[in-house]
């Protein structure tokens, strides 16, 4: 099972880069001028991703970091033990025609985790680009902001090939 964190986060960090760049060039033009110049002015996209332990399995988004749950891989050192865990690497929750709208739950989502097989890593990237949509400025926790944060996260990564669950969020609001 890949958990090796620092190469994750090492991951992570190079993705964080391109996201960023991706989310200025499709939404800039609504990203406040002073989030924009700090987006913009990033010298170590390092320091951003943020992989430690706070009591949750979610990742979240603050204003000067993203953050990633080391508890999660406790959860992955579990279900990895699952009889059907792996039996379809292949497993995807959505294609390119569904990504945008789908019957997707957060329980397809965790089916898919152990039908796939999935690491640590892999949980990690399928959060990633909707926090960074966070980061950049989008808003959260507030179930329109959410909403809306989900669907602009899936229309960049159908658009950009962009790793994303297609799950949650979306369709609890539509």
């Given at each position: 099972?890949k958990n090796n ?68 891989l406790d959860v ?99």
């Amino acid at each position: 099972m890949k958990n090796n964190i620092k190469d994750i986060h090492d991951v992570l960090t190079q993705k964080l880069k391109i996201y960023i760049n991706a989310i200025i060039r499709e939404y800039g033009r609504f990203i406040p001028k002073n989030r924009l110049m700090y987006l913009e002015n990033i010298k170590d996209y390092s320091k951003i991703i943020n992989i430690h332990n706070f009591n949750s399995i979610n990742g979240y988004a603050s204003s000067n970091m993203i953050h990633m749950p080391l508890s999660a891989l406790d959860v992955f050192n579990e279900i990895s033990k699952l009889p059907n865990y792996g039996i379809d690497k292949n497993h995807k929750t959505y294609d390119n025609s569904n990504l945008i709208i789908n019957n997707n739950t957060f329980l397809t989502y965790l089916n898919h985790l152990i039908v796939s097989g999935a690491t640590l890593e892999d949980y990690f990237e399928d959060l990633l680009l909707h926090e960074v949509m966070h980061f950049c400025g989008s808003g959260g926790s507030i179930s329109l902001k959410e909403g809306i944060n989900e669907f602009l996260t899936r229309k960049l990564a159908l658009k950009y090939g962009f790793k994303t669950s297609g799950c949650g969020y979306l369709k609890k609001y539509l």
